[in-house]
């Protein structure tokens, strides 16, 4: 999930699009990598100094095959979600590896860390920074596709544009020749503003069939979820049914366009 625009959803989607593949009997890899840790957070995981755990930081620092297998933890959820999700969490420990950015070959640090460490794993979903540097280029490498996430608003979508061009630009020389971008998601969409139908327009547009549905429109059940750190059906607020159903629709996108 990229946009090097900040706010615009990322975490929440990596996390309720994984929800809703789990839901149908998937199992799903999250990999949080973003300093922010939000997603981490929201998929109920602390970090705890007291008990070092060891985390996505550590398996890319590692630089060696295989070190994610050691990292996945199942989401601090109920156990329907538990038994079929795990998160590689991150916090602001992972800002470490920036530094490492010059290091020759450093940008293949994820990609090797999860060969053959996700083979258990039906989908593995990659939650980027709002940044197109380090963090996000290794992501790059490791990746098969790219889910670029806007909202309908002029800064987002210029960076929806600015990740497109990237990838046309620098695939090759993070070895990601192979990288698709697999679509567009329009997230957080105000229903009935004018404004916002005539961002959407340019959405289109611009990426044409990329552009995935459903549009997710805001629910505040959606930012309730997040906040407590639950699973969606469990949050707080009204319009949950639409909320919930929009991202099952999501994974119907996503299920018809991986094995089409
Ligand atoms: N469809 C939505 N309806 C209501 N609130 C939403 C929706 N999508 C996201 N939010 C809320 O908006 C805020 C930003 O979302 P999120 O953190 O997922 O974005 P992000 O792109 O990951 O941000 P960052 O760039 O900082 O990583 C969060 O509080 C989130 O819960
Ligand atoms: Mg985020």
Redo the contacts with the bound molecule.
């Keep these: 999930m990229i ?1 090097n ?9 990596t996390l309720r699009l994984g929800a809703a593949l789990a839901k149908r009997g998937r199992k799903v890899g999250l990999i949080d990598f ?1 300093p ?1 840790g ?1 997603l981490s957070r929201r998929a109920g995981w602390i970090y705890n100094e007291a008990e070092p755990q060891i985390t996505v930081s550590e398996a890319v620092q590692a630089d060696r095959v295989g070190t994610m297998r050691q990292v996945w933890t199942p989401v601090q959820w109920k156990a329907e979600y538990a038994q079929r999700m795990v998160l590689a969490p991150a916090w602001l420990e992972l800002e470490n590896r920036y530094a490492e950015a010059g290091l020759p070959g450093s940008h293949l640090r994820l990609a090797r860390a999860l060969q053959g460490a996700d083979e258990d794993l039906d989908d593995v979903l990659i ?1 980027c ?2 940044s197109l540097f380090h963090l996000t280029q290794m992501a790059m490498s490791a990746a098969d596709g790219v889910l670029i ?1 806007t909202r309908a608003e002029i800064d987002s979508i210029l960076g929806a544009k600015r990740v497109r061009t990237f990838i046309g630009e620098k695939a090759h020389a993070l070895h990601a020749d192979d990288l698709r971008i697999d679509g567009v998601v329009v ?3 105000e229903q009935g503003k004018p404004r916002q139908r005539q961002q959407l327009a340019s959405v289109r547009r611009l990426f044409g069939d990329l552009v995935w549905e459903p549009v ?5 059940v ?2 309730n ?3 407590d750190f639950v699973p969606l059906e469990d949050a707080k607020g009204s319009q949950l049914t639409q909320a919930v159903a929009s991202f099952e629709l999501l994974a119907d996108t996503y299920e018809k366009r991986n094995t089409a």
Excluded: C, H, M, T
């Design positions: 946009n625009r900040g706010g615009v959803g990322k975490s929440d989607l973003d922010q939000n939650d920074p709002p996430v997230n957080d969409y997710i429109a805001r629910r505040e959606i930012a979820a997040a906040n």
